[in-house]
């Protein structure tokens, strides 16, 4: 299922990049877990629009990084802030869910999630 974080970005992003378009384009999220262990996780994000890339996250700070000249026009800087915010929120409860479940079940090696 599609992440809060990631529902709240598509619904941001479409209406003002495509306009009648984007009935027709698919916009893709993509979030890369690879958990170390229970204190160190690596996490990547990135937006499609079709098959370009208009958006990347640096997961480390969750900075939004414009991968396109037109990426960031529909928001406000205090809007992109806020939806920073958001998904660095939205990744720190995902990551500690899943390392509290991967302890339950005795999980103890590294392993990741798409």
Known sequence: PPSPAGMLLALLLLPWAWGALAASITLQLLQIDVFHNAGSTDTQGMALLGDLETHSMDCSTCEI????????????PKQWEDLELLIHRYL??????VNRLAQHHGGGCEYGAV
Do not use: H
């Open 65 to 76: 990084c414009f991968l396109q000249p037109w990426a960031q026009q529909g928001l406000t």
């Open 92 to 97: 720190f409860n995902f990551n500690r869910t």
